[in-house]
Structure formats: structure tokens, C-alpha cells
């Protein structure tokens, strides 16, 4: 391959980067080139295309961009994610916001960056043993993602041995069922209680608007931040702010609690801010 067909090549993949990260603000600099191509080269293989040089130009040059983006930004998304994950904040929301909320309506919560579930379901779990010691109380959850794949994991609600091992061994025996797949590995599915509590759908933090009910309890922005860029980080957590309620709670990352600015925001705790206004 000539010097001029690898610049070719990086200029086609620079151009989708730059398209990607205009529809999503993910930042895919040059130097995670490695990473990019490694993650494009799954739909290489899916597609059973010969070569990455051949996907691009297929993309960029033959029309395949529209049809290909979806699945693009799916891989391109990174979806770590863990039941439990920073437990703190689940300690937080059961010491210190659950008991300010009124009897009488429901808490209702956001996961904004759900990816494949644990967060949302974790949550369910949370809130449905304070509801064992709250008679009345009831709620709901929200979970959103920018990958459509993660979404039908979440709604399905199953998952590995690995991914429910922060899952603490009473509440496994409570809210997860057990089975199998079709070869006899051993999976755990989220009992029906709690996925009917639980709703997930696509969404972009990036759009203007979110088909997002506003007056929410509580919002979890988690780990979702880091990968956008500083005037997308203000815009991302002014939008997220706006669907709290007065006196609501945004959750943050924890490498993330300098970048949760919003006049109405006041810090609580580690990643944790209320809405005073």
C-alpha cells in the first residue's frame, strides 16, 4: 500500500470521526486511532467486507453512510457498566433522598447513559426494598442510551454469571431468576416485578430535546461525561437539569464532579448535587 492511499485512508476515517462525534460528542481524537479502527473492524467482519480500506471508502465514497451509522455508533460507544457500580451513591439515595420524598407520588428516575441495564435494574432493586419499609410507596424508571444494541440488552434483562457478581447474594436470590442459554451456560434474568418498573428506549444526548418526562426525583449521569468535550459537558448537564425537579438530584461520575457546573446545581456530596432553584 502506497504512502498516498494511507493518507487516503486516514483522511476517510478522520471524516467519519468528525461525523460521528458531531451526532453524538463522542471524542475520537487521533491518537485513539488504534482503538477506532479495531472497533470499525467489527462491522468489517460482520459485513465480511475484505479490508477496513474497503469500509471506508464503501461509507464515505459509495453511499453507505446512512444505512451504516447506527451500527457505527454502536460500536464506537464504550458501555462499561457494573451492577453496584459506585455503591456510594446508592447508600446516599437511601440515607438522604428517599426520606425527603413526599408520600403520595411516585420517585421517578432517569438513568441517562443506561447502557445495558445494570444501572436502572440496580436501582430497582433499591427502590423496591424501600418500598418493603414504605407502605405506598411506588415508582418508576427511565433508562436511556445512545446504542440501540445496548437497549435490547437492557429491556431483555439478562446477564452472566460475570456481570452479577456485585449483586449482593440476598438480592440475587430476591430479583434475579435463574437459567440457562441454549448451550447450558448459566445466565440470570431481572424478575419480571422489576423490569415492568423499568422502561428503556434510544436516545441522544446530543438532541435539542428529550422525550423525557420532566419533575424527575433523580437523574444518573454516570461515566457518560468524560467522553465529551468541555461545551458539550455544560450543554449535556444544563439539558439533564432542566427534567429535575426543584430540590431533584443529579448523580454524577466520580471523575466527573468538576464538570457538573450549572448555576442550580449545589454539590451535596461525592458526585452528587441538588437542585435548589
Not at 457494573?82 to 437511601?94: K, S
Request: overall charge positive.
Amino acid at each position: 500500500m502506497t504512502t498516498g492511499t494511507l493518507e487516503a485512508d486516514r483522511v476517510l476515517q478522520k471524516k467519519l470521526c468528525e461525523i460521528v462525534t458531531s451526532k453524538t460528542g463522542i471524542q475520537l481524537p487521533e491518537n485513539k486511532r488504534t482503538m477506532i479502527e479495531g472497533r470499525l473492524r467489527k462491522r468489517v467482519r460482520a459485513l465480511g467486507v475484505r479490508d477496513l480500506r474497503t469500509y471506508l471508502s464503501m461509507v464515505m465514497n459509495d453511499g453507505m453512510l446512512e444505512t451504516e451509522l447506527p451500527h457505527i455508533i454502536n460500536v464506537m460507544t464504550t458501555n462499561k457498566t457494573d451492577f453496584f457500580r459506585e455503591d456510594a451513591h446508592f447508600d446516599y439515595l437511601v440515607r438522604n433522598v428517599l426520606p425527603e420524598h413526599a408520600a403520595g407520588r411516585p420517585f421517578k428516575v432517569w438513568s441517562a447513559a443506561s447502557s445495558s441495564g445494570e444501572e436502572a435494574y440496580t436501582t430497582a432493586m433499591v427502590l423496591n426494598e424501600h418500598a418493603k419499609r414504605k407502605p405506598g410507596f411506588t415508582y418508576s424508571i427511565i433508562g436511556t442510551d445512545l446504542s440501540t444494541e445496548v437497549v435490547r440488552k437492557a429491556r431483555k434483562g439478562i446477564y452472566t454469571p460475570e456481570e452479577i457478581v456485585d449483586v449482593p447474594d440476598d438480592m440475587q436470590a430476591l430479583y434475579l431468576e435463574q437459567g440457562h442459554d441454549s448451550v447450558g451456560r448459566p445466565l440470570s434474568r431481572v424478575v419480571k416485578q422489576l423490569r415492568d418498573r423499568v422502561g428503556f428506549a434510544q436516545m441522544n444526548l446530543m438532541d435539542k430535546v428529550y422525550p423525557v418526562e420532566k419533575n424527575l426525583d433523580v437523574v444518573f449521569l454516570r461515566n457518560v461525561l468524560i467522553y465529551f468535550d468541555e461545551v458539550t459537558q455544560r450543554q449535556v448537564v444544563s439539558s439533564v437539569t432542566d427534567h429535575l425537579k426543584p430540590g431533584g438530584y443529579l448523580f454524577v461520575g466520580h471523575s466527573e464532579t468538576s464538570v457538573a457546573s450549572d448555576p442550580r446545581l449545589v454539590q451535596k456530596s461525592a458526585a452528587v448535587f441538588r437542585k435548589e432553584a
